[in-house]
C-alpha cells in the first residue's frame, strides 16, 4: 500500500533561523495536504497542493510539489517560536483516503 | 459555533474493558474519521464513513468497533480485543469524499492499565 515518508523526525532550530521538512511518497498522489500539530493539540490544516511543481506561501511559509508529484516540501523562514510543533504531510491519490507521514517535530529555541 | 468535539478529553479504564468514544460535528460534513496517533508517529486511520449508515475499515480496525446512524455523530468503541489500545484518538470530518481539508476535534487520550 502507499507509504509516506517524512525527514526529519526531529529538528531543533534557533530563533530566526529556516526550517525545511520533506515528504516522500511510494506512490504518485493527485494532492497532498499538509498540517500542523501544536504540542498537546490537533493537527490543523495548513495547505493543499495539486498541481506538478506548484508552489504556494503563506507569509514565511513555502509549500512546494514535486514534479513527479511523489515529494513535497515545506519550508519556514526565519523560525519563531510560534511555529514550534510537528507538521504531517498527508498525500492521496485520486480518491483515496489520505495517508499521513510520520511527521517532523520542530523545536524553536529562543 | 461550528466545529467537532470529542469526549472526554482523558479517559481510564481496566483492561478488559470495552469503552467507547464520542464524536460529534455541527459542520454539516458527509464523511468522517478516526484516527489512532501515538508518541512519535503519524496518524493512522482506524475507520471512516463517507454516508450516515455506512463505514468503512482504515488500516487498523482491528479491535474497534463503529457506528454511524447520524450524519454528526460518529463514535468508536475500543473493544478488549485491541491489544494496545491506550493512545492519543483524534475524530476527524471533512466535506464527501473529495480532496477536502480535514477538521480535527481535540482528541481523546485513552490510557488502560
Known amino acids: 500500500g502507499q507509504q509516506v515518508m517524512q525527514i526529519p523526525q526531529y529538528q531543533h532550530v534557533q530563533e530566526g533561523e529556516d526550517f525545511t521538512t520533506y515528504c516522500n511518497s511510494s506512490t504518485t498522489l493527485s494532492n497532498i495536504q499538509w498540517y500542523k500539530q501544536r504540542p498537546g493539540g490537533h493537527p490543523v490544516f495548513l495547505i493543499q497542493?495539486?498541481?506538478?511543481?506548484e508552489v504556494k506561501k503563506q507569509k514565511r511559509l513555502t509549500f512546494q510539489f514535486g514534479e513527479a508529484k511523489k515529494n513535497s516540501s515545506l519550508h519556514i523562514t526565519a523560525t519563531q517560536t510560534t511555529d514550534v510543533g510537528t507538521y504531517f504531510c498527508a498525500g492521496s491519490n485520486y480518491g483515496q483516503n489520505f495517508v499521513f507521514g510520520p511527521g517532523t517535530r520542530l523545536s524553536v529555541l529562543p | 459555533d461550528g466545529g467537532i468535539t470529542q469526549s472526554p478529553k482523558y479517559l481510564f479504564r481496566k483492561e478488559g474493558q470495552n469503552v467507547t468514544l464520542s464524536c460529534e460535528q455541527n459542520?454539516?460534513?458527509?464523511?468522517m474519521y478516526w484516527y489512532r496517533q501515538d508518541p512519535g508517529q503519524g496518524l493512522r486511520l482506524i475507520y471512516y464513513s463517507q454516508i450516515v449508515n455506512d463505514f468503512q475499515k482504515g488500516d487498523i480496525a482491528e479491535g474497534y468497533s463503529v457506528s454511524r446512524e447520524k450524519k454528526e455523530s460518529f463514535p468508536l468503541t475500543v473493544t478488549s480485543a485491541q491489544k494496545n489500545p491506550t493512545a492519543f484518538y483524534l475524530c476527524?470530518?471533512?466535506w464527501g469524499a473529495g480532496s477536502y481539508e480535514q477538521y480535527f476535534g481535540p482528541g481523546t487520550r485513552l490510557t488502560v492499565t
Open positions: 497542493l495539486v498541481k506538478s511543481g
Open positions: 476527524a470530518s471533512k
Open positions: 459542520l454539516n460534513h458527509d464523511a
